[in-house]
């Protein structure tokens, strides 16, 4: 069987599902201050700078006999015209299920102006639209179809502040979002530490904690941030430096020898991971199955991790149906993240579910649907329309 046609567009709607409940109470969700320019104070604490103005991309691949699976990335204004005229033109007419082979085209042809950044999304976006197509064409799940299921059922951890709300829902691991940059410095480690003693008094001592400093630091700041946080009993200390500052993160691993650290999200294809296992220069990875190059990237990743002694928890991995099959299926994938944006008392399923059809954590594990492909309910008329 053929690779018929590659087409991808922005999404226009995404609402198709709606908030029945009403919030409990005012909880604060996401702090607004995870931004890529909190090392300027007259930016620090403006959540905006954290987003781009593009819609997410959907990306649909057709089989000859009209079967279809579909992908999603972000950053539809650059990525659709990568998909629709760079890689869609490579790809059409080869065999739809060797998805090794389309991806290593993908990957090779994308070195004319570089596989990083926007080509990686674009990548991803096929890629999972090929494991869709691939599971419904064999009537079976994706994460069958990856070797899988690794376990019974995803461990998962919750990403937030309303940190009743996450222990109400089940969650026994809780990932706080540190809004708190170095352009304030002391000022900034101080509010840091407030936040985590909260966290940790809320929890208690037996569940696990862990700060996620959205790539915002340097090792002189984010040395002193994790010294800070030695008496939380951190799990983990996450995306603390410039995603391509590899040599920071060989820095921080001698000066913080004593801390587990772990990113990922920001880096793409599975070359950052293997230099990362190489050096030991982190402990977990976290690559984002919607940006990293797809399936195919993580399965590569996870093989990586495994030969180094490593761990993988992919990032956001519980927010969409593709990241369910992959930690589902995954053995090196020890965790599930689960963002919890649904306010105090709104049940988990009426937050942001970007494939409909995908389960929600119940008492902080989660198994994936069985239906074929990545279990996503759209229907074809249903799709386009979302997609204008
Ligand atoms: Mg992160």
């Known amino acids: 069987m053929k690779i018929e046609r590659i087409v991808a567009a922005p999404l226009r709607d995404g609402s198709r599902l709606g908030r029945a409940t009403s919030p409990r109470a005012k909880s604060e969700l996401l702090v607004d201050g995870g931004n890529t320019l909190a090392r300027y104070r007259e930016f620090t604490g403006r959540g905006s700078y954290h987003d781009t103005p593009w819609s997410d991309t959907v990306c649909m691949a057709f089989a000859e006999d009209g079967t279809w699976g579909m992908g999603m990335t972000g950053h539809a204004g650059p990525v659709v015209p990568i998909i629709n005229e760079f890689l869609a033109p490579l ?23 570089g596989v990083g950044g926007l080509t990686s999304y674009a990548i991803s976006a096929v890629d999972l639209a090929l ?13 069958e179809l990856m070797g899988g299921p690794a376990r019974d ?21 809780i990932k706080v979002p540190c809004p708190y940059g170095e352009a304030l410095g002391n000022v900034s480690l101080d509010r840091a530490e407030d936040l985590a003693g909260l ?9 696990e904690l862990m700060m996620d400093c959205w790539s915002v630091g340097s090792v002189e700041f984010m040395v002193r941030f994790a010294e800070r946080m030695r008496p939380y009993n951190l799990k983990w200390l996450e995306d603390f430096l410039y995603p391509e500052d590899y040599e920071g993160f060989e820095e921080m691993r001698r000066r913080v020898p004593w801390q587990t650290l772990a990113t990922g999200e920001r880096w793409v294809t599975h070359l950052p991971f293997m230099e990362a296992a190489a050096k030991r220069s982190v402990d977990i990875f976290q690559p984002d199955i919607r940006w990293v190059g797809g399936v195919t990237a993580v399965q590569k990743i996870g093989h990586i991790a495994e030969g180094a002694g490593l761990q993988v928890a992919l990032h956001g991995g519980m927010n969409d149906s593709f990241g369910q099959h992959a930690c589902h299926a995954m053995s090196s994938n020890t965790w599930g993240e689960f963002l919890v944006d649904s306010a105090s008392g709104v049940p988990l399923e009426e937050g942001w579910r970007p494939t409909p059809g995908m389960t929600v954590p119940v008492n902080g594990s989660l198994v994936p649907s069985d239906a074929p492909g ?14 204008g």
Do not use: Q
């Open 374 to 387: 990545f279990g996503i309910e759209l229907t074809r008329d249903e799709l386009e329309a979302m997609t």
């Open 131 to 143: 494991w869709d197509l691939k599971g419904k064409l064999l009537g079976v799940p994706v994460y």
């Open 153 to 173: 059922k995803v461990h998962c951890y919750a990403t937030g502040m309303d940190f009743d709300w996450m222990l109400e829902c089940g969650f026994e691991a």
């Open 91 to 113: 790809i059409t007419g080869e065999n739809v299920m060797a998805t090794e082979r389309t991806w290593d085209m993908m990957f090779n042809h994308a070195s004319l102006f």
């Open 199 to 207: 966290a940790r008094a809320a929890i208690g001592d037996e569940r």
